[in-house]
């Protein structure tokens, strides 16, 4: 009997130890996972974009008349007053005669020498008329002091010395004008260069000076050159007064608003700055973007509320982070948790060591975190980058915990 009833229990064993034995090699699995805790933290939303900084207020400084420039001495960078001068312009040099128009020019003064000679004899004709009728009217007036001649014979000789005189005035103008023209047609045969020693000596330039005491931006004539009217010669401006413009796409522009505050970084400094949106531009352009895609762009400017640092300048690339959604204390989750289930938002939440399906509702979203309306606590834990074979129930096993 005790034989039997042991081999009944070697028999049992046996059937035990085959059966678990099966239990492990054929049974339902845990499947690694990884697992973060939902929790109630900040958020805030912010739209991120490339930016550029650029002086507020940059002054463009043009010529105002076509001229020959002299050469700037003044640098990029270098300080500069109000109403200190960049530059001077002189008279542009006459152009090359060519054989024909010399000659005519040579021919010309040839004549106005000749006015003038014809000039200085009608001068002497003039001055010896006026000397015998001077002559006969101081006769005259002796003689009508005896009552010899008529008192209308006297005027008459009177007036004639007045139109004498007056002939004398004439001629005499006549020569200051002939002088004049042949000093005319000279002119005419300058040559280029002649000019310029005339304007070093200081008879004739124009001064370009600075609208406003700050830095010279940018110099687009430096050497010496001629220039046209309005041609641009300088930029100045005042490096302190920074402001930022970012190009957005215009569906994130109609989430800003003027006085949203905003983050600059990737500056180039360790340190975040700190900035507000300014303004937005009313209107949009459009602009193709790195994939050939024409996106609608609208320019937000961004004014820094604190002293720009002394590296950051004119045309400088930085990161703005327009915050355009904060709050201090947020139900949140990891958006790698997130999977669309019948076209609804769900996580898999883990209880009792199952993985449940549960469908949550989502308010704001930021690259990380995605904002819990409901469907879920504080506390709970979820599963991250769900995958396929994971399904309601499923035994899971945290993988750090596992490690």
């Known amino acids: 009997m005790a034989s039997v009833l042991v081999r009944s229990l070697a028999g049992l064993a046996a059937a035990a130890v085959i059966g678990g034995a099966f239990f492990v090699a054929f049974g339902e699995k845990s499947i690694l996972v990884d697992l973060a805790t939902v929790t109630t933290a900040p958020m805030q939303v912010t739209v991120k974009e490339d930016g550029v900084t650029r002086i507020r207020n940059v002054y463009a400084v043009s010529s105002p008349i076509a001229g020959h420039l002299d050469r700037i001495e003044f640098s990029v960078g270098d300080p500069i007053g109000e109403g200190e001068s960049i530059a001077e312009i002189h008279p542009l ?16 003064i040839d004549a106005a020498r000749s006015s003038v000679a014809v000039a200085e004899v009608e001068l002497i004709r003039a001055r010896t008329g006026r000397n015998l009728v001077r002559a006969s009217h ?10 010899f001649i008529s008192e209308s014979e006297l005027e008459r000789l009177a007036g004639e010395v007045e139109l004498a005189e007056a002939q004398v005035t004439s001629a005499e103008a006549m020569i200051a004008l002939r002088r004049a023209e042949l000093a005319s047609a000279e002119a005419r045969l300058a040559q280029p260069g002649q000019t310029r020693i005339t304007a070093t000596n200081g008879e004739c330039c124009v001064e370009i000076v600075s609208p406003i005491a700050g830095t010279i931006l940018a110099l687009n004539a430096k050497s010496e050159q001629a220039v046209s009217v309005g041609q641009m010669i300088a930029e100045v401006g005042e490096p302190s007064d920074l402001e930022i413009t970012v190009d957005l796409l215009s569906a994130d522009a109609v989430k800003v608003r003027p006085g949203s505050p905003a983050l600059v970084t990737d500056w180039g400094g360790t340190e975040e700055l700190q900035a507000q949106v300014e303004r937005i531009e009313p209107s949009a ?18 004014a820094l509320t604190e002293p720009p640092p002394e590296d950051l300048g004119h045309g400088f690339r930085v990161i703005v982070n327009l915050i355009t959604w904060a709050s201090d204390a947020v139900l949140q989750v990891p958006v790698s948790a997130l999977y669309r289930d019948q076209g609804d938002w769900a996580v898999f939440r883990m209880e009792d060591g199952r993985a449940r399906v549960t469908r949550v509702e989502i308010g704001h979203m930021t690259d990380r975190h995605a904002e819990i309306l409901s469907g879920l606590s504080d506390g709970d834990r979820v599963v991250l980058y769900p995958g396929d074979a994971l399904e309601d129930g499923s035994l ?3 993988r750090a915990a596992a490690e």
């Open 396 to 398: 899971i096993e945290d």
């Open 138 to 147: 101081t006769r005259a007036m002796k003689l009508a002091a005896t009552n």
């Open 93 to 108: 040099d006459p152009p090359f005669l060519d054989t024909r128009t010399r000659t005519e020019l040579m021919a010309g």
């Open 285 to 302: 352009f459009t602009k193709v973007s790195a994939l050939g895609i024409s996106e609608q762009r609208v320019n937000a400017i961004i």
